[in-house]
């Protein structure tokens, strides 16, 4: 499975952006799909995840409530709807997939290359 990660920009506090995630191969649909992001001098933290079959989600603390994981099977793609973004949740974000529903960043497969979003204040 290939990622191929796009929709990160600058928007203002407050404001919204929607992060897609493209993913090649036939066998998209058998793999949880999750998002992390990685700030400046910080680890690459998870940030939602959505089971294979769409029926399951989750989602970090920090994002609760503003940010919404979704995907569409027929057209192996992945989507973050985020809300009410705050400037700590400038970062690059990362879409990643894999077979064990997970966490953890080191429990995932496959990794698109990261888009940067940055919030201003």
């Known amino acids: 499975v290939q990622l191929q990660a796009s929709g990160g920009g600058l928007v203002q506090a407050g404001g919204s952006l929607t992060l897609s995630c493209a993913a090649s191969?036939?066998?998209?649909?058998?793999?949880?799909m999750a998002w992390f992001r990685q700030a400046p001098g910080r680890e690459r933290e998870f940030v939602a995840v959505q089971t294979w079959s769409g029926g399951s989600t989750s989602y970090a603390d920090s994002v609760k409530g503003r940010f919404t994981i979704s995907r569409d099977n027929a057209k192996n793609t992945v989507h973050l709807q985020m809300n009410s973004l705050k400037p700590e949740d400038t970062a690059v974000y990362y879409c990643?997939?894999?077979?064990?529903?997970?966490?953890?960043?080191?429990?995932?497969?496959?990794w698109g290359q990261g888009t940067l979003v940055t919030v201003s204040s």
């Open positions: 191969g036939r066998t998209f649909s058998s793999y949880h």
């Open positions: 990643a997939a894999g077979r064990v529903l997970a966490f953890n960043k080191d429990l995932y497969t496959y």
